[in-house]
């Protein structure tokens, strides 16, 4: 019976273990992502045409070896897998960890990990929501709240942001990333085993505060600047 514990507990380990690095392969592919489209974003302080152009560029990138816009499906493909990946690991580790606290052997509680996971959680989930109607604003149906054209990416994008409560809502966003990114950049250098002493913990800290404070502020810039008027047709 004993041995039987320990194996059923053994596989237990293993099997968090895999869904811990699953949850930082993930995350890592968006943050290479995020870098990249946050670059692509500030082609709007170039202006019109300089915005455009990177836009279409993205759509005839890999020509004539793969057929328009066939890197950006690529692209898209990669980032749909590695969302299931991320939020079903997210989900099983979630669960792990409720009915862990639910058994009587658990005495002591966390305070501060509780709340570090379960803004994890509602943090993930917002951000998951957010990108689910960025993809409706700018991709899938182009809704241009201000009742303009939606087939000029760089005019949708300015009458979008021209919306107060959009760029409201587009950064409570960021702040929502900022945050997912400070404390998932921790978790994946603690999962992958990079933070074995004091220096590396400070190290992997301190990336995760520069991760979430450069993307959050970079994505944050053009809506700021839009709704400012810097930023103009």
Avoid: C
């Amino acid at each position: 019976m004993a041995t039987t514990t320990l194996v059923t507990g053994a596989r237990a380990s293993r099997s968090t273990i895999t869904l811990k690095l699953l949850m930082a392969a993930s995350g890592i592919i968006f943050i290479l992502y995020v870098l990249l489209h946050m670059y692509g974003n500030l082609k709007a302080f170039a202006g019109h045409d300089a915005y455009n152009e990177y836009a279409h560029h993205l759509r005839t990138l890999g020509e004539p070896m793969l057929p328009y816009a066939g890197f950006l499906w690529i692209m898209r493909a990669v980032l749909i897998v590695a969302v299931v990946v991320h939020v079903y690991a997210a989900a099983k580790l979630w669960r792990r960890a409720n009915h862990a606290r639910s058994q009587k052997y658990v005495v002591k509680k966390n305070l501060a990990s509780s709340f570090s996971s379960r803004w994890m959680r509602w943090g993930g989930l917002t951000i998951l929501l957010f990108v689910i109607w960025h993809l409706i604003n700018f991709t899938i149906g182009k809704v241009n709240v201000a009742g303009g054209e939606t087939n000029d990416p760089y005019n949708l994008l300015v009458d979008t942001f021209d919306t107060w409560w959009m760029t409201v809502i587009y950064l409570l966003a960021m702040f929502a990333l900022g945050m997912h990114l400070h404390h998932g950049t921790w978790s994946a250098a603690q999962t992958l085993g990079l933070t074995n002493n004091a220096r590396a913990r400070r190290n992997a800290k301190a990336l995760g505060w520069i991760l979430a404070v450069v993307i959050a502020a970079g994505f944050s810039l053009v809506p700021i600047f839009v709704l400012a008027g810097v930023i103009s047709k």
